[in-house]
């Protein structure tokens, strides 16, 4: 079988997967944002970025604390992105999503601009061609208009 010639990316992209094996998550952020200022639609880059971005939010998190402020304040934004973070990387993709289309349902300007830019990082996290997110993005577009 024939090399596959080495892309122009992948030291930076391995440097970045180092940097994120290694919980160095503002290194592995830094590195993904390198090779996307030069080829925007790396779909490696932005799953990387979309990862270590989401690990670096929830590292140190209380996950009790977490949710228990998110389920006593349902109308406060931040405690909703912090538990669908959390939701995420717990492998409850189906909560993380309802929790964030609710919280988009529900507020209203920045907050709900918060809410709805954190629900498409998480879409990139998951993958676009994953039915959770077809769902998801459905649900989204109904809140929405």
């Known amino acids: 079988p024939a090399?596959?010639?080495?892309?122009?990316y992948d030291a930076l992209l391995?440097?970045?997967?180092?940097?994120?094996?290694?919980?160095?998550?503002?290194?592995?952020?830094?590195?993904?944002k390198n090779v996307l200022s030069d080829d925007p639609g790396n779909p490696e880059a932005k799953l990387g970025l979309a990862q270590a971005e989401l690990l670096g939010r929830v590292q140190g998190m209380d996950p009790q604390a977490?949710?228990?402020?998110?389920?006593?304040?349902?109308g406060e934004v931040n405690a909703q992105l912090a538990a669908a973070d959390l939701d995420l990387v717990g492998g409850h993709v189906e909560d993380a999503f309802?929790?964030?289309?609710?919280?988009?349902?529900?507020?209203?300007?920045?907050?709900?601009?918060?809410?709805?830019?954190r629900l498409l990082e998480l879409f990139e996290v998951i993958g676009p061609e994953d039915p959770r997110v077809t769902a998801a993005r459905t649900s989204l577009a109904r809140v929405l208009f």
């Open 98 to 117: 309802g929790r964030l289309v609710e919280a988009v349902r529900r507020t209203a300007g920045d907050d709900r601009d918060a809410a709805r830019l």
């Open 14 to 32: 391995e440097a970045a997967a180092s940097a994120l094996d290694a919980n160095d998550f503002d290194g592995a952020v830094q590195a993904y």
């Open 66 to 74: 977490v949710r228990k402020e998110a389920a006593d304040n349902p």
């Open 3 to 8: 090399e596959v010639p080495a892309g122009p």
